[in-house]
């Protein structure tokens, strides 16, 4: 089993930036991926973005040139700086880990940080 501790979420307005952290305990060894997902009131959860134990990362395009992930594997964390926020930009933002299948079939998650962008 992996856990995982979100911080960083918070208010700011449109234009500014913030930095989300995501640690991981536990059987980090499984770990494949990292990523974060964000999920607004009444929507599907949606990934933003992935990044490897080999630092290959991905973007959704609403996020790409804004967000940055990445990722400290000594220390099992994850981070996520946002800039140029915008109102859309709005979610519960949620820190996931997937694991090699050897260890687990299923991802795990993070409780959750809200941000909210203010227009």
């Known amino acids: 089993q992996v856990q995982l501790m979100e911080s960083g979420g918070g208010l700011v307005q449109a234009g500014g930036s913030l930095r989300l952290s995501c640690a991981a305990s536990g059987e980090t060894i499984c770990i494949i991926a990292m990523g974060w997902y964000r999920q607004e009131p009444g929507k599907e959860r949606e990934k933003v973005a992935t990044i490897t134990t080999g630092g290959k990362t991905y973007y959704i395009d609403s996020v790409e040139g804004r967000f940055t992930i990445s990722r400290d594997n000594a220390k099992n964390t994850v981070y996520l700086q946002m800039n140029s926020l915008k109102a859309e930009d709005t979610a519960v933002y949620y820190c996931?880990?997937?694991?090699?299948?050897?260890?687990?079939?299923?991802?795990?998650w993070g409780q959750g940080t809200q941000v909210t962008v203010s227009s």
């Open positions: 996931m880990a997937a694991p090699d299948h050897v260890c687990s079939d299923s991802d795990w």
